[in-house]
C-alpha cells in the first residue's frame, strides 16, 4: 500500500514546523507549500538597514523545509491576493489584516493544488483560540467549508479538540497520536519543539506579514487615501516598509531614507518618483509620491533639509530631479522642528 501524502501550509513558524512534524512520524509523506503574497517579507528590512545587519537575515519557510527534510513548493499569489485584501468577506482584524479571509483563500489554493498533484489532504499549523480572527473554534469549520477543503483539512495540533477528518477515519493519521492544544499559551508547543529536538526555531508567535501592523497598516491606508484609489503594486508594498513616510500636503508624500542603506534601497526607484537629493552636506535621499508644484518641491526639500547634516545650518544646498528628467539645484532654509507637524507624519 502506497504512503498518504499530504500538502502543509508552511508559514515558517513554530506551529507548521510541529505540524508538519507530527504527520511525518505518522508515516505519511508530506511537502511544504508557501504562499507569497508580497505582506510577508522575511529579511527584507534587515537587509536593508544597517542597524539589522547583526539580525539572522533567513526565510523561515525554506529553513522550516530544509530542516524536516521536505520539499518546499514557493508559490506566486501576489495579483491573486489582491481581492482578499481590498475585499474581504469577513472583514479586517485590528489593523488592515484579512485574516479569516486569508486563511480561506490559501486553504482554497492549497486544496486546488492536492486535486492537481494527485494529494490526499492537507495540514495547518492552526490551533483553536491562538489568534483572535482566524483560529476560533466558530471559525475553524468556515475554513473548511468555505475553502471548499471541506474534511481533507487536518490540523494535528489541535485535532483532538475537532471532529475526525478523512485521514483519521482512512487510517492515514492515528488521532490518538494527535494533538489536543488551545489557548495563547505556547508553552505546550515549545515543549513539544524540545521534545523533537528543535531550538532554533522563529519566534513562537510565528507570522510575517505585514498587515497586522499597525504602523504599516496606516501607511497603507494613507496610500489608498493620497491616491484616491484603492490599489497596489509590489514597489508599493516594499516601499511603505522602508524610510519616513510624511505628508505635509494631501497631494503628495515624502519617503526619506533613514539611513545609508535605505538611501542606496531608494535610490532604484529615482526614475520613477521626483526626488531630492542633498549637495552641501551629507542627508537622506528622499522621493516624492504625488504630483508637485513649486511651492510643494520647496516645502519638500525644506523638510528633507530637516533630517540632513546642515539642518542647522541658514541654508543647504539640494538636488531636484522630477521623473520628466527636469532637474534644478536650489538653496532652501531647513525646515525648523518647530514647524514640523505631528500629524505629517503617516
Not at 154 to 159: F, K, Q, S, T
Not at 276 to 283: A, F, L, N
Amino acid at each position: 500500500m502506497s504512503k498518504a501524502k499530504a500538502v502543509s501550509l508552511i508559514s515558517g513558524g513554530l506551529d507548521s514546523l510541529l505540524a508538519t512534524k507530527v504527520t511525518m512520524d505518522q508515516g505519511v509523506h508530506v511537502e511544504g507549500i508557501n504562499f507569497f503574497t508580497g505582506f510577508c517579507v522575511e529579511g527584507h528590512t534587515h537587509a536593508i538597514r544597517k542597524k539589522d545587519k547583526a539580525r539572522p537575515k533567513r526565510n523561515n519557510a525554506l529553513w522550516v523545509a530544509e530542516t524536516l527534510g521536505i520539499k518546499l513548493h514557493i508559490i506566486d499569489i501576489v495579483e491573486e491576493y489582491k481581492d482578499v485584501l481590498l475585499n474581504p468577506k469577513h472583514g479586517y482584524g485590528a489593523n488592515m489584516n484579512p485574516c479569516l479571509d486569508c486563511k480561506i483563500f490559501m486553504v482554497h489554493k492549497a486544496q486546488q493544488w492536492i486535486e492537481e498533484n494527485n494529494f490526499d489532504f492537507i495540514i495547518t499549523g492552526e490551533v483553536i483560540g491562538q489568534r483572535p480572527m482566524s483560529q476560533r473554534k466558530e471559525t475553524m469549520p468556515v475554513i473548511s467549508r468555505e475553502s471548499g477543503a471541506d474534511d481533507r483539512l487536518l490540523r494535528p495540533l489541535c485535532a483532538q479538540n475537532l471532529p475526525a477528518t478523512l485521514a483519521e477515519r482512512e487510517g492515514w493519521v492515528k488521532r490518538d497520536e494527535l494533538y489536543g492544544f488551545s489557548g495563547r499559551n505556547r508553552k505546550p508547543q515549545m515543549a513539544l519543539a524540545k521534545e523533537f529536538g528543535f531550538t532554533d526555531y522563529a519566534s513562537p508567535a510565528g507570522g510575517c506579514c505585514f498587515l497586522t501592523d499597525e504602523n504599516y497598516s496606516s501607511k497603507l491606508v494613507d496610500l489608498w487615501k493620497g491616491r484616491g484609489v484603492r490599489e497596489y503594486e509590489m514597489d508599493d508594498i516594499m516601499l511603505l516598509k522602508v524610510g519616513r513616510h510624511i505628508r505635509p500636503n494631501p497631494n503628495f508624500k515624502l519617503i526619506i531614507g533613514r539611513e545609508d542603506g535605505e538611501n542606496k534601497f531608494l535610490q532604484g526607484y529615482k526614475n520613477s518618483y521626483t526626488s531630492i537629493k542633498m549637495i552641501s552636506c551629507s542627508g537622506p535621499l528622499t522621493l516624492i509620491d504625488g504630483v508637485t508644484n513649486d511651492a510643494d518641491l520647496e516645502l519638500a526639500a525644506r523638510i528633507t533639509a530637516r533630517f540632513s547634516q546642515g539642518k542647522n545650518e541658514e541654508t543647504v544646498t539640494v538636488e531636484t530631479k522630477r521623473t520628466n528628467g527636469e532637474t534644478k539645484t536650489m538653496d532652501v532654509k531647513p525646515l525648523p522642528v518647530s514647524e514640523m507637524q505631528q500629524e505629517w507624519y503617516v
